[in-house]
């Protein structure tokens, strides 16, 4: 159990335009989302935390405007990366929380890879 | 969001040899925790240690933890090329609600055949 999956697993776009990005907890439903990114073989920076009904909370430097945050259900957020740059470009990842009992449980989706041209 | 320094920062090895892995933080934690990455995919989840707990094993895996250094280390035993990854620690605060994780840097751990 508790299986978080991401669609697409690479997406290569042009500069200007939008993607979105979906992560899907399979078989549990997520108090909480994360959403990550993570520049080649650097660790990974949080980039909000969303829960479901409410507007995300964007860490410091995150243009929220930028990087438009859906939590729509308990087992679906996405994120758009709006009018995409090639800076970018990088590896997206998001986790999906639960409650296990005294404290909470994330579980990591596989990444999605953005190439912006 | 990262508060975690891993020492070494890149670590190279035999088979059959002991990776050890250090990780140093800054804030009173709830627990610890070390993933694993392989190139270019998700986190896996390897083990927690909660601030109470000192030493834990799972399989080829022994986690320590020193909360008066504020250090912890990952030890995998008789290494595998399969071990061969990225691997990372980290932290939830005390108090935390949402049990947000603080990454460190990561040690890139290779394990030669």
Known sequence: GAVVSQHPS?????????????????????????????????????????????????????????????HASLTLSTLTVTSAHPEDSSFYICSASRLAGAYNEQFFGPGTRLTVL | SQQGEEDPQALSIQEGENATMNCSYKTSINNLQWYRQNSGRGLVHLILIRSNEREKHSGRLRVTLDTSKKSSSLLITASRAADTASYFCATVDRGSTLGRLYFGRGTQLTVWP
């Open chain 1, 10 to 70: 690479w997406v290569i776009c042009k500069s200007g335009t939008s993607v979105k990005i979906e992560c899907r907890s399979l078989d549990f439903q997520a108090t909480t989302m994360f959403w990550y990114r993570q520049f080649p073989k650097q660790s990974l920076m949080l980039m909000a935390t969303s829960n479901e009904g409410s507007k995300a909370t964007y860490e410091q430097g995150v243009e929220k405007d930028k990087f438009l945050i859906n």
